[in-house]
């Protein structure tokens, strides 16, 4: 992954999509997606959003990074 995101190519086609690649180690990487956890949590409790159907866990993870400012931005 590091020697992806080295490439120009890569990086624009995520940049492209809205996303910020992060070289980070395992731990720094559960840190983060915690911290998602808890902030996402709170924003879904304080909307009072509803689970439609259910989702694997990949498919949020692939949500692209410019959607989720957009939700983020509906509440902070």
Request: glycine share 2%; net charge positive; charged share 25%.
């Given at each position: ?36 956890v808890q902030r996402w949590s ?35």
């Open positions: 992954m590091t020697r992806h995101l080295q490439s120009a190519d890569f990086r624009a086609r995520l940049a492209a999509d809205g996303s910020e690649p992060v070289a980070n180690s395992p731990s720094e990487f559960a840190a983060v997606i915690q911290a998602d709170k924003l879904i409790r304080s909307t009072g959003i509803k689970l439609q159907r259910r989702v694997r866990p990949i498919e949020c993870v692939f949500l692209p990074a410019a959607s989720l400012r957009f939700l983020a931005s509906l509440v902070w």
